[in-house]
């Protein structure tokens, strides 16, 4: 594969007189194969986009210039879009999420602040990286330019002000910082250019190997200082013990955190989840329990939707409305003992709740719906070989179609028990680019030993990638994740 350096000499911008080339490809090189949109500002002729174009086979070249005559240039996967890199508004109608944003416009000081402020924060990508061109990093030279940079180093290495404890279980910072303090993970500074790279700033860097295999890094940390990662007793304010998430991200249960629902049909969250009233909550695999949704509904007021296709999972649901409409008991089925306890003081706003029965699968289908051996068990699965032999026939559709026919455009929270169904379906989702703020799911394949080629790992690891936070593990069963931006 050639170089940039060879590439820049084929189309010879003016970044190859500058000796920015060797520097930007070993920047770049991580994102020569998987970047989908490039920016570029300041285009004037077609010399650079069309190196970038050769550079990044898979990517979008967007060329952003003042210009108007620059959108001579538009052709196949390079895009022209004409505006003011000193205006907002300009700058608000680019397209989201570049992998790589270089500045080689006007070089004006104040056009350079303005351009990385709004970009960075708004348009480039967690995972990308900024580069700014033709300017000295220096007070003497551009010193707004050079303490706003500075700025961007002081955040790399944040340190919360009230955190007592030591770095190794410092694994998030409070939701309030500024974004730089938030996402600034990189600067390598050169003469006359500048680069900053975007990720979550602890997690993606310092904190990442802690996040993504807990179990080893709790035992270590047990071996090196003989101490539980949930013992908070070097905190001198303790309301501090849960903002930093070390004790959740290990896969303890943080003291914030409340019990949703009867032992056997519970999730727990922190105790304060954004959601509202307007929220959309989509809850695929219901059974003979929904305490749950009943609970999260009268804390929050969210629109419920309850999803399952097994045919005792409605009769009892047409029972809990029964039991609330009539103040009857009568339930059938396989109910636990603390069932009735646990929503009998509860006033759901029924007209808040639906019932699908349609079970949720990767497209719309009728498949087969597989039974377990013994006749009191409520649970039913897509999978072959997880239960059975026995079957009923059932309708099963995706998340994007069930939204549509709703006429949802976004779900808040998405839980869903579905019994080895859950890789396909949350895969599937992800490529309809559909992204709760919260996704709980058990993982029923991993808990049964059924996942042979590491589904759940790489299902993992996509979340992370898209800005998923991982705040509770229930004995590697029952996992729950944060969208946070």
Known sequence: MRTLDQIGMKYRPSKVQHNYLPLMDFHFSPYRKTAKKILEIGVQTNRSVKMWEQYFPNAEIYGFDIDENCKKYNRGRVKIIIGDQNNIDDLSKLPDNFDVIIDDGSHVEEHVLTSLDYLFQHKLKIGGIYTIEDLLMSPDHHKDLF??????????????????????????????????????????????????????NPEDVWSKVRLEIPDFCQQNELTCYDKELNDWSHLSDKSKKSIYDANVCYGGRANDLELLGTEYGSWAFPENLNLTSHSVVYSAGVGEDISFDLVLHEKYNCNMVLIDPTKRAKVHYDEVLNFYESGEVNFSGDIQEDYENNIKELKPDLTKFKFLDVGVWKEKDVLKFYKQDHPTNVSQTLIPDMFGEEYDEVNVDSIKNIMKENKHDRIDLLKVDIEGAELEVINQMLDDEIYPKYICMELDLHLRGKDKDNSTKKLAERLFDLDYFLILTEDQSNVSFERRL
Do not use: V
């Open 147 to 200: 303490d706003t940079i500075m700025k961007f180093n002081d955040a790399i290495n944040y340190w919360p002000p009230d955190y007592k404890g030591p770095w190794s279980q410092l694994n998030h910072f409070g939701d309030d910082l500024d974004y730089r303090q938030k996402f600034t993970t990189g600067l390598h500074l050169y003469r006359y250019l500048t680069f900053i790279e975007k990720n979550r």
